[in-house]
């Protein structure tokens, strides 16, 4: 199974700052078809998972452009500018090129 | 509005059984694959299994192969999952995703399952 490693575990951060977030991967996301299947999810406090950015940077439906997603092979990155307070939750990252699809760990977003 | 509203959850004993339901409403059903995820309380994120638009084809981690039936009634626009089995490790919030182009694009809020005697 394809290992998604993500850094760091926690994350402080300041209201209106900026951050990043890493996910790599232990073998390259590249399909066959060309395409890179990696994808950020959001998880908040009490609630399911919401799509942030699917195929490395392509923000999903009503998604913030403070959101931004970067990378190839196996190194990725998600940046947030301008940190709102409901940005805060737990941030995972999706790998859908190889089978089973697998999740990173999650990095834990909150306040310093 | 896409929504995903999941039923059948409960406390359940190691080795028995149980069947969840997912109801969907928001899209045409029958047009997506659908899958189930689901999360061991405190931890990440694990895929279940994936079916296909028809129900023809389905997939499954190693973890739950053999134990676990995805299934679907396109004409009542609803998702199952059959579990069968159980293991104490199975206990989880169990989701319900629509599976689009290779990702998982809406959740419903969960159910939980809780194995042990």
């Known amino acids: 199974d394809v290992l998604m490693t993500q850094t760091p575990v926690s994350l402080p951060v300041s209201l209106g700052g900026q951050v990043s977030i890493s996910c790599r991967s232990s073998q390259s996301l590249v399909h066959s078809d060309g395409n890179t299947y990696l994808h950020w999810y959001l998880q908040k406090p009490g609630q399911s998972p919401q799509l942030l950015i699917y195929r490395v940077s392509n923000r999903f439906s009503g998604v913030p452009d403070r959101f931004s997603g970067s990378g190839s092979g196996t190194d990725f990155t998600l940046k947030i500018s301008r940190v709102e307070p409901e940005d805060l939750g737990v941030y995972y990252c999706?790998?859908?090129?190889?089978?089973?699809?697998?999740f990173g760990g999650g990095t834990k977003l909150e306040l310093k | 509005e896409v929504q995903l509203v999941e039923s059948g959850g409960g406390l359940v004993q190691p080795g028995r059984s149980l069947k969840l339901s997912c109801a969907a409403s928001?899209?045409?059903?029958?047009?997506?694959?659908m899958a189930w995820v689901r999360q061991a309380p405190k931890k990440g994120l694990e895929w279940v299994a994936t079916?296909?638009?028809?129900?023809?084809?389905?997939y499954y981690p190693d973890s739950v192969k053999g134990r676990f039936t995805i299934s679907r009634d396109n004409a009542k626009s609803s998702l199952y999952l059959q579990m069968n089995s159980l293991k104490s490790e199975d206990t989880a919030t169990y989701y319900c995703?629509?599976?689009?182009?290779?990702?998982?694009?809406?959740w419903g809020q969960g159910v939980m399952v809780t194995v042990s005697s």
């Open positions: 995703a629509r599976h689009h182009s290779a990702v998982f694009d809406y």
């Open positions: 928001g899209f045409t059903f029958s047009n997506y694959y």
């Open positions: 079916i296909s638009t028809s129900g023809s084809r389905t």
């Open positions: 999706l790998q859908s090129t190889h089978f089973p699809w697998t």
